[in-house]
């Protein structure tokens, strides 16, 4: 279980203050907000790329920033916003850098790795590419090998900053139903940020709304996704139409 209390950080300028939540083995949380928000800084804060003012992250019960680099790649797993591939790297030996920290320093990657990668390359659908120069890649593709390359440390939190922001749309639901799959299956504690409140509503357990560095709602996303919560955190009229138990969060225009 992720377990986040009191998590502050500032840039200076820009601060999220007095974040909390609990993220329970095979739960996904995401975090919904516009632009700016801090949805970012809270996940970076969180995987400790960026240091927090106290001790606030604890993995299974453990203060997670205290632990060595090592302990912590094999808890926690980040698929960052964006990734500018320098090197032409191919896709498998990047999903295979994810298991680095399991490796001694003069260690090569065995077969089992390699295995290990592939196997998560297959799990997404990217095993065609896998010989591919990742410097080659949409940004999707990019997206979606990234993804495997946290997968393949199979770790118990996973941590994604907007994992659908250079996806179609039918990687958009693939990789969603990835996630929740994965998060149900491996009891993984997932915590994601996504801008659309209609996937958002779909496939969190909770959502976390935040605006200007603090969360201003959380829960179930039928008790936060409502119409008045919206409009107070993006500022714009919003409408909800229920469908067969399904809830279609829309921009209030003129007709509807
Ligand atoms: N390295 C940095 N130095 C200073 N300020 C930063 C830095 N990174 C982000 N910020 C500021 O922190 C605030 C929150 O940014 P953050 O990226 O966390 O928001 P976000 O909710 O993830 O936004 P988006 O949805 O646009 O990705 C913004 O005002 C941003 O300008």
Redesign the pocket.
């Known amino acids: 279980m992720l377990e986040v209390k009191g998590l502050s950080f500032s ?4 601060s ?1 203050e007095d974040i909390c939540f609990e993220v329970k083995e095979g739960e996904i949380l995401t ?1 919904l ?12 804060s969180i995987y400790g790329l960026l240091k927090p003012k106290k001790k606030c992250v604890f993995v299974d019960g453990k203060d997670f920033h205290s632990l060595s680099l090592k302990e912590r790649a094999k808890l926690a797993g980040y698929v960052p ?1 964006s990734h500018h591939p320098s090197f032409p790297y191919t896709v498998l030996d990047v999903v295979v850098m994810g298991l680095a920290s399991q490796l001694g320093v003069f260690e090569s990657p065995r077969k089992e790795h390699y295995q290990k990668a592939l196997e998560k390359l297959k799990l997404i659908g990217m095993e065609r590419f896998k010989d591919k120069p990742y410097t080659q890649l949409s940004g999707g593709q990019l997206q979606l090998v990234l993804i495997a390359r946290a997968l393949v440390q199979e770790p118990k939190v996973l941590l994604l ?2 994992p659908t922001a250079h996806l179609d749309f039918k990687n958009q639901v693939k990789v969603l139903g990835i996630v929740k799959r994965l998060a149900k299956e491996e009891s993984i504690s997932a915590v994601m ?1 996504l ?1 659309d409140p209609n996937l958002a509503s779909l496939y969190s357990d909770r959502i976390a709304l ?1 605006k200007e ?1 603090r969360i201003r709602a959380l829960g179930k996303p039928t008790q936060i996704l409502r119409e008045e919560v919206l409009e107070e955190v993006y500022g714009v009229p919003i409408c909800i139409l229920e469908f067969n138990g399904f809830r279609l969060i829309l921009p209030k225009m003129e007709g509807i």
């Open positions: 840039y200076g300028d820009f999220v975090l907000g516009p632009n700016g928000s801090g949805k970012t800084t809270i996940l970076k916003q900053d907007e940020t801008h935040v560095g």
